[in-house]
Nanobody
Framework: EMQLVQSGGGLVQLVQAGGSLRLSCAAS????????IGWFRQAPGKEREGVSC????????DYADSVKGRFTVSSDNANNTVYLQMNDLKPEDTAVYYC??????????????WGQGTQVTVSS
């Protein structure tokens, strides 16, 4: 079975404004080599928002304007894990964060495999 398992184990990740967190997303049942891995978030009462996406085959990464310069995506293909490093966190970053996988590149992605989500709460 193809799965994505996110760090946090269901626990709320609580951090103060200006702080940092690193989320991880590990694949089982498939390898990242030919997949795009996207990070998304959804705040209460809001639509799901794309945060970033990495195309594993090329290493190209795209970021939403709201997180550029603060968030960084990296991949450890040997361990089939993608990381989302979040720095200078703001209260408006509070959301449930999801990783998702799609065959191919970010620009043609259709995300069919989703992680379980990690609650990130940033206090002011």
């Amino acid at each position: 079975e193809m799965q994505l398992v996110q760090s946090g184990g269901g626990l709320v990740q609580l951090v103060q404004a200006g702080g940092s967190l690193r989320l991880s997303c590990a694949a089982s049942g498939f390898t990242f080599d030919d997949y795009a891995i996207g990070w998304f978030r959804q705040a209460p009462g809001k639509e799901r928002e794309g945060v970033s996406c990495i195309t594993s085959s090329s290493g190209n990464v795209d970021y939403a304007d709201s997180v550029k310069g603060r968030f960084t995506v990296s991949s450890d293909n040997a361990n089939n894990t993608v990381y989302l490093q979040m720095n200078d966190l703001k209260p408006e970053d509070t959301a449930v964060y999801y990783c998702a996988a799609s065959w191919g590149s970010c620009h043609t992605a259709s995300f069919a495999i989703w992680g379980q989500g990690t609650q990130v709460t940033v206090s002011s």
